[in-house]
């Protein structure tokens, strides 16, 4: 008998995964445990396996596909057998008409009404306060009645479905306001027929390369968008000094391999001041959510990792109450998971203030996103060289490292950004002294 495969449930706040690639055809043969596919959250990337043994009869979605969590994506069985909602066509007809099917079922889904919704996703809940959208406008589709992100995006404008969307690029066709489906939703079958004219197109270059924007990079350009447009953001930039941060780094660098701190870098030693600062300033270790402002008592510090894959930012947690090597450690632990692929979803969400360090780069400042809803977000430049004019006139040159400071307007005031930022660069320039406390 022909069974379901679904896609797993990957931690609490993920609501859907990305097909980037199957990994077996139509008619291959499969045991329990073997992978039918990679997917991507908008955090991980991850391999879905299959729970039953038998023959592919179908995928129900094409590569490129963004799958709600527990909806069957493929179908498994003994050969010959049929299935339902694949008619017998040639293969790569069969999973076009699957994909439909499947995302008809979702689109046609009961309809519930949002004053009989039994709650909202967190995902849903956050994407609603950035945006400003009353869960009570909201028509949820979700299990059992729940509000989901996608409700979400429906309610702020977005009503054509994946496969109604699809048809309309592929045929010119412009969709109407509003659909058939729910919350106004479009569908397929609500799009008007046009004649297929002959495509005029100009001349392409040999050297275009074309590059479908899929996986982590589609969810953090929409992540990007929705930052600028749902807060007010502005960026300060300082320097503070270096001196202290290039001796203690040299003295962990020459010390005793047994001690365990020679890998101590100076983004550990600017994460610790990071760590400090914020609980002298709770105001910026906090959520901003529209209608009310979340302020944490203790700070989870997100830290911006560059993967082959795509931006990623693990979390470090309590990481004010970590010791220096604790932090250092727990750090390159949780980027080597993100460089590995192998981080957990739970692993990258839930950040209460967030670090992105280009100072490798030759970067002095720049004007980091905000890593909604967080208040603040610190960016961190390359060490230059900087003229101080000291007590008796003479001028001479320091080390000093860029600092670049962005927060939401709407949740903090510029002036205590500034309090911030200068509690910070003192932190940094005597943060021998801040290791003894």
């Given at each position: 008998?022909?069974?379901?495969?679904?896609?797993?449930?990957q931690g609490n706040s993920v609501e859907s995964c990305i097909i980037v690639e199957w990994k077996v055809k139509l008619g291959d043969k499969v045991a329990v445990g073997d992978v039918?596919?990679?997917?991507?959250?908008?955090?991980?990337?991850?391999?879905?396996?299959?729970?039953?043994?038998?023959?592919?009869?179908?995928?129900?979605?094409?590569?490129?596909?963004?799958?709600?969590?527990?909806?069957?994506?493929?179908?498994?069985?003994?050969?010959?057998?049929?299935?339902?909602?694949?008619?017998?066509?040639?293969?790569?007809?069969?999973?076009?008409?699957?994909?439909?099917?499947?995302?008809?079922?979702?689109?046609?889904?009961?309809?519930?009404?949002?004053?009989?919704?039994?709650?909202?996703?967190?995902?849903?809940?956050?994407?609603?306060?950035?945006?400003?959208?009353?869960?009570?406008?909201?028509?949820?589709?979700?299990?059992?009645?729940?509000?989901?992100?996608?409700?979400?995006?429906?309610?702020?404008?977005q009503p054509l479905s994946p496969v109604a969307r699809k048809q309309a690029l592929e045929q010119g066709i412009e969709a109407p306001a509003s659909g058939s489906g729910i919350g106004?939703?479009?569908?397929?079958?609500?799009?008007?027929?046009?004649?297929?004219?002959?495509?005029?197109?100009?001349?392409?270059?040999?050297?275009?390369?074309?590059?479908?924007?899929?996986?982590?990079?589609?969810?953090?350009?929409?992540?990007?968008?929705?930052?600028?447009?749902?807060?007010?953001?502005?960026?300060?930039?300082?320097?503070?000094?270096?001196?202290?941060?290039?001796?203690?780094?040299?003295?962990?660098?020459?010390?005793?391999?047994?001690?365990?701190?020679?890998?101590?870098?100076?983004?550990?030693?600017?994460?610790?001041?990071?760590?400090?600062?914020?609980?002298?300033?709770?105001?910026?270790?906090?959520?901003?959510?529209?209608?009310?402002?979340?302020?944490?008592?203790?700070?989870?510090?997100?830290?911006?990792?560059?993967?082959?894959?795509?931006?990623?930012?693990?979390?470090?947690?309590?990481?004010?109450?970590?010791?220096?090597?604790?932090?250092?450690?727990?750090?390159?632990a949780l980027i080597g998971k993100c460089k590995a692929g192998t981080a957990q979803p739970d692993e990258l969400t839930g950040s209460t203030f967030t670090v992105s360090n280009v100072?490798?780069?030759?970067?002095?400042?720049?004007?980091?996103?905000?890593?909604?809803?967080?208040?603040?977000?610190?960016?961190?430049?390359?060490?230059?060289?900087?003229?101080?004019?000291?007590?008796?006139?003479?001028?001479?040159?320091?080390?000093?490292?860029?600092?670049?400071?962005?927060?939401?307007?709407?949740?903090?005031?510029?002036?205590?950004?500034?309090?911030?930022?200068?509690?910070?660069?003192?932190?940094?320039?005597?943060?021998?002294?801040?290791?003894?406390?």
């Amino acid at each position: 008998m022909a069974q379901q495969v679904v896609m797993p449930k990957q931690g609490n706040s993920v609501e859907s995964c990305i097909i980037v690639e199957w990994k077996v055809k139509l008619g291959d043969k499969v045991a329990v445990g073997d992978v039918l596919c990679s997917a991507e959250t908008d955090k991980s990337t991850i391999d879905v396996e299959s729970t039953a043994e038998g023959v592919v009869l179908a995928r129900l979605f094409e590569e490129g596909a963004d799958v709600p969590v527990m909806v069957p994506i493929a179908v498994i069985g003994e050969a010959g057998e049929k299935v339902e909602t694949v008619a017998a066509e040639e293969p790569k007809q069969q999973e076009a008409k699957a994909s439909e099917v499947s995302a008809s079922v979702v689109e046609q889904a009961p309809v519930v009404a949002a004053s009989q919704a039994i709650g909202a996703s967190p995902r849903a809940r956050q994407l609603s306060a950035s945006l400003g959208i009353p869960l009570s406008a909201v028509q949820p589709t979700g299990p059992k009645g729940r509000i989901i992100e996608r409700d979400v995006l429906s309610a702020k404008g977005q009503p054509l479905s994946p496969v109604a969307r699809k048809q309309a690029l592929e045929q010119g066709i412009e969709a109407p306001a509003s659909g058939s489906g729910i919350g106004g939703r479009v569908l397929a079958s609500d799009l008007a027929t046009k004649p297929v004219e002959p495509a005029v197109t100009a001349p392409v270059s040999e050297e275009v390369t074309e590059i479908a924007v899929k996986g982590v990079r589609k969810v953090t350009a929409r992540r990007m968008m929705e930052s600028m447009h749902s807060t007010c953001q502005l960026s300060l930039h300082a320097f503070a000094d270096a001196r202290a941060l290039k001796r203690l780094r040299a003295g962990f660098k020459a010390s005793k391999p047994e001690l365990g701190l020679q890998g101590i870098t100076i983004n550990d030693l600017v994460l610790f001041a990071v760590s400090r600062t914020l609980v002298q300033f709770p105001a910026f270790n906090a959520h901003f959510l529209g209608d009310k402002i979340l302020r944490f008592a203790h700070v989870h510090l997100g830290v911006a990792t560059d993967t082959a894959k795509g931006l990623l930012v693990p979390v470090l947690r309590n990481s004010e109450l970590l010791s220096l090597k604790q932090l250092s450690e727990g750090t390159k632990a949780l980027i080597g998971k993100c460089k590995a692929g192998t981080a957990q979803p739970d692993e990258l969400t839930g950040s209460t203030f967030t670090v992105s360090n280009v100072g490798s780069f030759g970067i002095e400042a720049f004007t980091p996103v905000l890593n909604v809803p967080e208040v603040a977000i610190l960016g961190v430049g390359t060490i230059v060289l900087k003229p101080i004019e000291d007590e008796d006139g003479d001028v001479a040159f320091v080390e000093h490292i860029g600092l670049s400071l962005t927060m939401d307007h709407q949740a903090v005031d510029g002036a205590d950004a500034a309090r911030f930022l200068k509690a910070l660069m003192d932190n940094i320039a005597s943060i021998d002294l801040l290791l003894a406390l």
